[in-house]
T-cell receptor, first 114, second 111 residues
Framework: NAGVMQNPRHLVRRRGQEARLRCSPM?????VYWYRQLPEEGLKFMVY????????ESGMPKERFSAEFPKEGPSILRIQQVVRGDSAAYFC????????????FGEGSRLTVL | RKEVEQDPGPFNVPEGATVAFNCTYS??????FFWYRQDCRKEPKLLMS???SGNEDGRFTAQLNRASQYISLLIRDSKLSDSATYLC????????????FGQGTRLTINP
């Protein structure tokens, strides 16, 4: 029973390039969340999606960041024109229902911007 | 002010000791409370939910004080494997799915 799968686990980009992070939720889960964790800091909520819909994007930076969760395929977090400050661990989590405190997290994607 | 505040530590305690963490939250409308555990460079995992009446899971006891807006976690007879960062987590209301995470308290259990 596979858990939340994220890839790539590690990604290195130069300033100005694009980063695409993928997340496949646990089987049977239709709710997906993206969180960002900067070094020595806590997890910061970015966006909450259900299939084909963005439910809450209050934590997403206004520019360069976008997320989607298409009907088929994984959820994608896309960062355009990356800057050094985007270097962080990006965690995806999924849940079976909306009103639950139990989120199942993937192992994270660690982005390094040179 | 952060919505969820924790002492980042680190806490260094000997094996077998009892250790307690506190966490405060600023939004009085918060409805649900949890403790997550995160090992170094790993993903967070749910440790336990926190109920107003207090709840216990083996060596772990969680308490909620709504009036003071703080949450506590007590670990008895600590083991080396308890070394981790403990994250205090709050959800504002039933309609809001977003979980708000504290910075985490780092705990190291020494042999």
């Amino acid at each position: 029973n596979a858990g939340v799968m994220q890839n790539p686990r590690h990604l290195v980009r130069r300033r100005g390039q694009e980063a695409r992070l993928r997340c496949s939720p646990m089987k049977g889960h239709s709710h997906v969340y993206w969180y960002r964790q900067l070094p020595e800091e806590g997890l910061k909520f970015m966006v909450y999606l259900q299939k084909e819909n963005i439910i809450d994007e209050s934590g997403m930076p206004k520019e360069r960041f976008s997320a989607e969760f298409p009907k088929e395929g994984p959820s994608i977090l896309r960062i355009q024109q990356v800057v050094r400050g985007d270097s962080a661990a990006y965690f995806c989590a999924s849940s079976m229902s909306r009103n639950t405190g139990e989120l199942f997290f993937g192992e994270g994607s660690r982005l390094t911007v040179l | 002010r952060k919505e969820v505040e924790q002492d980042p530590g680190p806490f260094n305690v000997p094996e077998g000791a009892t250790v307690a963490f506190n966490c405060t939250y600023s939004n009085s409308a918060s409805q649900s409370f949890f403790w997550y555990r995160q090992d170094c460079r790993k993903e967070p995992k749910l440790l336990m939910s926190v109920y107003s009446s207090g709840n216990e899971d083996g060596r772990f006891t969680a308490q909620l004080n709504r009036a003071s807006q703080y949450i506590s976690l007590l670990i008895r007879d600590s083991k080396l494997s308890d070394s981790a960062t403990y994250l205090c987590v709050v959800r504002r209301d039933q309609g809001a799915q977003k979980l708000v995470f504290g910075q985490g308290t780092r705990l190291t259990i020494n042999p």
